[in-house]
């Protein structure tokens, strides 16, 4: 079976406290994903608390985002409506939970690959794949960069070629 794992597509990345143009210019090619994907499709959604600011994540990025019950929290809309089961609530860039998920489902049924898109390419996207490349390295992992934006379009770029030279597979 083939995964597809939509990384934090919620509206604060999108359009809200750390939205960027080509994280909105997206959007459209994530639903076509989606729509034409033929496998399972799970989903992450960053996860914090009122007390993000006292993080460690917050003192390095000093904005209040995807705070749990928030509008900035959800799943943008046309994404959600596409997904058969609820997000991975994760607290952290990459998601322990989807790697332990993953690697339990593959002992009962084999992964033939996992494709990731969403936000951000040079954040939670690289860290979900490199995790992901960690519970399951004989699973290719394939990172769709017309599916995926970065904080910048430089640094967008810089982690799809990270991605590569970590024998991530960059359609």
Known sequence: MDILVVIDMQND???????TPEAE???PNVVDKIKNFNGLVLATRDTHSG???????GRMLPVEHCIRGTYGWEIR???????????ID??????ETL????????????????????????????????????FLPEVP????????AGVTPKSHE????????CQIKVI
């Open 13 to 19: 990345f999108i359009d809200g406290a750390l939205g």
């Open 25 to 27: 210019a997206i959007v």
């Open 51 to 57: 007390d993000y600011l006292q993080t460690q994540e």
């Open 77 to 87: 809309d046309e994404i959600a409506e596409l997904l058969e089961s609820g997000p």
């Open 90 to 95: 994760k607290p952290t860039f990459g998601s």
């Open 99 to 134: 790697g332990k998920v993953l690697k339990e489902f593959h002992k009962s049924q084999t992964i033939h690959s996992i494709t990731l898109v969403g936000l951000c390419t040079d954040i939670c996207v690289i860290s979900n794949a490199m995790l992901l490349k960690a």
């Open 141 to 148: 992992i394939i990172v769709d960069s017309l599916c995926c």
């Open 158 to 165: 810089q982690a799809l070629e990270a991605m590569k030279a």
